[in-house]
């Protein structure tokens, strides 16, 4: 059974930090990109960053470029997301996702086979 879980969103002040943690299982971790998205209230779920299956290469939106960092840990099977000078903007529900077996950097949402179920980032101005 594949299994996505996100962990570590909260309430931030706009120029903080927080770093996002996603536990996979139920797949060998190190054969698939992962990747971040967000949804804002009344928005769709946009993509925010993609990592490859050796973490050497990464690719990000423009909107959190410079800011978010995305890294993984295959040893580990987690992916994660650092967050640094948060913006209200940046306030969503971040997911996390296996990205289909065969893109290596994968940026739409039906690139993605398996989703989690989300962790709130709230960014007060």
């Known amino acids: 059974q594949v299994q996505v879980v996100e962990s570590g969103g909260g309430l931030v002040q706009a120029g903080g930090s927080l770093r996002l943690s996603c536990a996979a299982s139920?797949?060998?971790?190190?054969?698939?990109?992962m990747g971040w998205f967000r949804q804002a209230p009344g928005k769709e779920r946009e993509f925010v960053a993609t990592?490859?299956?050796?973490?050497?290469?990464?690719y990000y939106a423009d909107s959190v470029k410079g800011r978010f960092t995305i890294s993984r840990d295959n040893a580990k099977n987690t992916v994660y997301l650092q967050m640094n000078r948060l913006k209200p903007e940046d306030t969503a529900v971040y997911f996390c996702?296996?990205?289909?077996?065969?893109?290596?950097?994968?940026?739409?949402?039906?690139?993605?086979?398996?989703w989690g179920q989300g962790t709130r980032v709230t960014v007060s101005s």
């Open positions: 996702a296996y990205g289909s077996g065969w893109y290596v950097l994968p940026v739409r949402h039906d690139e993605y086979d398996y």
């Open positions: 139920g797949r060998t971790f190190s054969s698939y990109a």
């Open positions: 990592i490859s299956r050796s973490g050497g290469t990464t």
